[in-house]
């Protein structure tokens, strides 16, 4: 199983992007989390916020109510609503899911996507 991400590309800063995960196949086992996390160049991967499984969510900070995470109606699918962009904002974005097995040895997995770039213009 693979997560696909699209949405991501250049905009003004002031403007609106809306970034979406999904994954290649059925996920059957139990999804724990949902999460997106940023790198911008030269700085580590930083969480942005994430969804646990009964619709809790978290965001960092420097979020500052502008973004919003969401999920799909499928298992593992999550969603990014940016608003209020600013340069600070460009960065490669990736989704993360983690979960673990419904049956035994309930083992935990996690997935990472590919990334997609966002780029805020000043």
């Known amino acids: 199983v693979q997560l696909v991400e699209s949405g991501g590309g250049l905009v003004q800063s002031g403007g609106s992007l809306r970034l979406s995960c999904a994954a290649s196949?059925?996920?059957?086992?139990?999804?724990?989390?949902m999460a997106w996390y940023r790198q911008a160049p030269g700085k580590s991967r930083e969480l942005v916020a994430n969804?646990?499984?009964?619709?809790?969510?978290h965001y960092e900070g420097f979020v500052k109510g502008r973004f919003t995470v969401s999920r799909g109606s499928a298992e593992g699918s999550v969603s990014l609503q940016m608003t209020d962009l600013n340069p600070e904002d460009t960065a490669v974005y990736y989704c993360?899911?983690?979960?673990?097995?419904?049956?035994?040895?309930?083992?935990?997995?996690?997935?990472w996507g590919q990334g997609t770039q966002v780029t805020v213009s000043s």
């Open positions: 196949e059925e996920i059957t086992s139990r999804v724990l989390v």
């Open positions: 993360n899911v983690r979960g673990v097995q419904t049956q035994p040895p309930y083992t935990t997995w996690e997935l």
């Open positions: 969804i646990v499984s009964n619709g809790v969510t």
